[in-house]
């Protein structure tokens, strides 16, 4: 049981509290120190690197069994933003794929989605300086490591709530 009040942010309707922090197994640390090594100085680059730097300060170390609902790279991610609808899409490290459903760890959406939990949310960077919330539906690893991207998960139906100000 939960310690945390049902008023409570954090505390989800089915009474289970939604993990904030995100986790990252040895492997995706690897991927990350090796691109933030070879990160050039053009702005969304900065940013980018600025996210993937507090992720792994701030994420949890976990071992590669213990990843298998989180949002790490060569995984299926079902994701929604604010004011759209479910999509779907791989993970990737590097680039040479034009896939509409390649998100590169290089981008704001890949390096804020990276260590996700599914039913996390988190605030996505725009390349304006404007922010919209990203939600992170399900995840899923490739059991060959690198997914097809013919195949994945399907979107879970999830609502975004607005907060009123």
């Known amino acids: 049981m939960s310690s945390l009040p049902p008023s409570h942010p954090h505390r989800p309707q089915g009474g289970t509290p939604i993990p904030q922090i ?5 492997a995706d640390r690897a991927l990350i ?3 933030l090594r070879h990160c050039d100085g053009a702005p969304p680059a900065r940013q980018v690197a600025g996210i993937l730097r507090d992720k792994l300060r701030i994420a ?17 991610v079902s994701y929604m933003i604010a004011g759209g609808g479910a999509r779907r899409g791989v993970l ?26 599914p039913r ?15 939600a992170l539906l399900k995840a899923a690893p490739h059991p060959e490591g690198v997914a097809p991207l013919d195949q994945g998960p399907a979107p879970t139906r999830f609502h975004i709530r607005r907060k009123l100000s």
């Open 22 to 26: 995100p986790r990252l197994g040895a």
């Open 33 to 35: 120190r090796t691109l």
């Open 60 to 76: 949890e170390h976990a071992e590669e069994h213990e990843l298998d609902s989180t949002a790490r790279v060569n995984g299926w």
């Open 92 to 117: 990737r490290h590097g680039g040479g794929l034009s896939d509409s459903r390649t998100i590169p760890l290089a981008s704001l959406l890949g390096a804020t989605l990276i260590g996700m939990h």
């Open 120 to 134: 996390q949310r988190a605030s996505l960077p725009r390349p304006d300086g404007s922010t919209v919330t990203l």
